[in-house]
């Protein structure tokens, strides 16, 4: 008995020791990695980025986040809750990277209490939760000790994604009160824009409004003689016939070392539409393409004259056809979704986006003896070809482009860095008008450009859908065009706060191996839907031929006045006929499924 009551107590000792080390093993481990996650997912997106610890290490003043969250919110709505512990997590993580100059404050704005009045006050979007007309609240505030403000009026869910450059956006612009000055040239219509206005909209671009955001934008004439000294950055939209003297300004600030994003164009779609606007007013609109020489070859770099890129693999669906032939899905070439491994991995303006947009993209290519180095940003796939630009201008042919594709077997280059030493483009004489003061006649210190061959990659249509989220407008990216803008500009700028912010900022992933074997069944069934056509045509042909031989008396069937023969032969004809126009239906069909 003694025995068996000796084992009991030594079994209950030894249950009762495991559970007291294992509460001991809890309490100690929760207070050791307290704070430590361990972040399995592919995209890293419960992983502060380089980016923000930079920009959290730059914070040199006090700077105060508030965020809102409704306790009504997070305890009725599931995905809200889920969301609102992302948010309060990775706030904690960035008071926890600012070495104590950043502090948190989560308020919870109660119907009818003084933290509600302060939510309202500070411009936050309430949303009703039942019939009742119930606010909820899920914002933030953010400030610094000179009393800048920044808001985030809602955390809609359709940003989830993009949470952390939001965050780290507002922080940065708190840390750094003082905007950097963009340099705008532009002819086609960023700030003033008819046919957004007829919709009712304010005229002005999506990524006019973001990039307006983080830096003070300063429109200058495309007549300017001379750079403001105040230009941290010049970016160049669509520069079409710029003047002599102003090609040379803008020579002499690049030589100067100043840091430029250059966009030309060898077919602007958007010209080309607001032209026609313009035109039935009776205005000039701008011209159709774009390009800076002879600025370019003194920087070593040539935009292919009258091509466009036009690639099988990354082309985007469209809908093709019109009153001869039946609308269809197809691929358009000359509109491309360039993916992540056309993107170049190692420059911090490409390296973290999944995909770029392009429409009707130029070609660029180094000059032969160039002293800079043209380095990639974005290219097609090799699966491409130089497409001649007419093909594109109005309205193009979507399936005879296809039809006529033929690949040359390499990448093409859309996107690209200049760096290195140059010499001025007026070695001799200057422009009329030309500001002669300080001139220099070659770099001062080595370029630093991005040039892209596209400037319908600007227009919201290619890379954003704006939802209406209770009155409020929110831009939702399907590709990285407005991040790879604003990544340029702030990297030439002299800056990198949120370069490398946009790898959890992409919501398009695409099926690379099930899109090749759609191609592949694509060009497959475009040969034959080719084939079937033209025996159509053919076999009608045969029939007007056959009818035409001897027209019919007054009042006779069409077959009086044919031999048995050829009646029996028109029948046939008209049997292959039908056979064929259902064999295409069937082959149309395969393209649509």
């Known amino acids: 008995m003694s025995r068996l009551f000796a084992r009991k107590t030594l079994l209950g000792l030894g249950i009762l020791a495991a559970l007291v080390l294992i509460i001991t093993v809890n309490i100690i481990g929760g207070n050791l990695l307290r704070g430590v996650r361990l972040d399995l997912t592919q995209t890293k997106l419960y992983t502060l980025s380089p980016a923000t610890e930079r920009a959290l290490q730059q914070i040199e003043e006090p700077i105060t986040l508030r965020l809102f969250i409704s306790d009504r919110l997070t305890r009725e709505v599931p995905s809200f809750a889920a969301y609102a512990q992302r948010v309060r997590d990775l706030l904690r993580d960035y008071a926890a990277g600012s070495r104590g100059r950043l502090t948190v404050e989560v308020l919870s704005p109660d119907p009818f209490s003084p933290i509600e009045d302060r939510a309202v006050a500070y411009g936050l979007q309430g949303v009703p939760i039942d019939q009742g007309g119930e606010q909820v609240y899920f914002g933030l505030v953010g400030a610094n000790s000179t009393d800048d403000q920044e808001v985030i009026a809602f955390f809609a869910p359709e940003r989830e994604r993009f949470l952390e450059y939001d965050l780290t956006k507002m922080v940065a612009k708190l840390a750094r009160p003082k905007q950097r000055t963009v340099g705008l040239i532009s002819t086609l219509p960023i700030t003033a824009d008819p046919a ?125 056809g019109g009153a001869a ?87 093409l280059t859309m996107a690209a860095r200049v760096t290195g030493p140059a010499k001025t483009a007026y070695p001799d004489a200057l422009p009329e008008g030309a500001a002669a003061e300080g001139r220099v006649m070659e770099s001062q210190q080595p370029l630093n450009l991005v040039i892209v061959a596209d400037t319908d990659m600007l227009e ?134």
């Open 460 to 593: 919201e249509r290619f890379w954003a859908q704006t939802q209406n989220f209770f009155g409020q407008k929110v831009a939702v990216p399907v590709a990285g065009n407005g991040d790879f803008i604003a990544n340029a500009l702030d990297n030439l700028a002299g800056g990198s706060t949120l370069s490398g912010l946009t790898a959890r900022t992409v919501i398009d992933r695409p099926f690379t191996a099930i899109r090749a074997l759609e191609q592949a069944a694509e060009n497959s069934f475009r040969a034959k839907e080719q084939e079937l056509q033209d025996r159509i045509k053919e076999t009608e042909k045969k029939l007007a031929d056959l009818r035409g031989r001897e027209a019919p008396k007054k009042g006779q069937p069409q077959t009086a006045s044919l031999t048995p023969e050829q009646a029996k032969e028109i029948e046939t004809f008209r049997a292959d006929l039908i056979r064929t126009r259902a064999e295409l239906r069937d082959v149309q069909l395969a393209l649509r499924t």
């Open 325 to 411: 032939t039946r609308v269809q899905a197809a691929d358009y070439l000359a509109w491309l979704a360039v993916p992540k491994a056309q993107l170049a991995e190692n420059d911090s303006l490409t390296g973290d986006l999944q995909s770029l947009s392009f429409a009707s993209a130029g070609i660029l290519e180094p000059v032969e003896g160039a002293t800079t180095k043209l380095t990639p940003l974005a290219s097609s796939s090799v699966v491409s070809m130089k497409l001649a630009a007419d093909k594109v201008r109005g309205q193009p042919d979507i399936l005879g482009i296809l039809r006529g594709f033929q690949s040359e077997g390499q990448a």
């Open 196 to 320: 957004a206005q007829q919709q009712g909209g304010s005229g002005t671009w999506l990524i006019y409004d973001q990039i307006s955001q983080n830096f003070k934008v300063q429109m200058l004439e495309t007549t300017v003689t001379q750079i403001p000294a105040d230009i941290d950055v010049l970016w160049l939209v669509h520069p079409a016939n710029l003047p002599p003297a102003t090609l040379y300004a803008i020579d002499q600030f690049v030589l100067k070392g100043g840091r430029a994003l250059v966009m030309v164009d060898p077919v602007s779609e958007a010209a080309v539409s607001r032209g026609r606007m313009l035109a039935m007013q009776g205005v000039p609109g701008p011209a159709s393409a774009s390009a800076l020489e002879p600025l370019f070859k003194a920087w070593g770099v040539q935009l292919v004259p009258d091509k466009v890129v036009a690639d099988r693999r990354n082309a985007r669906k469209v809908s093709a």
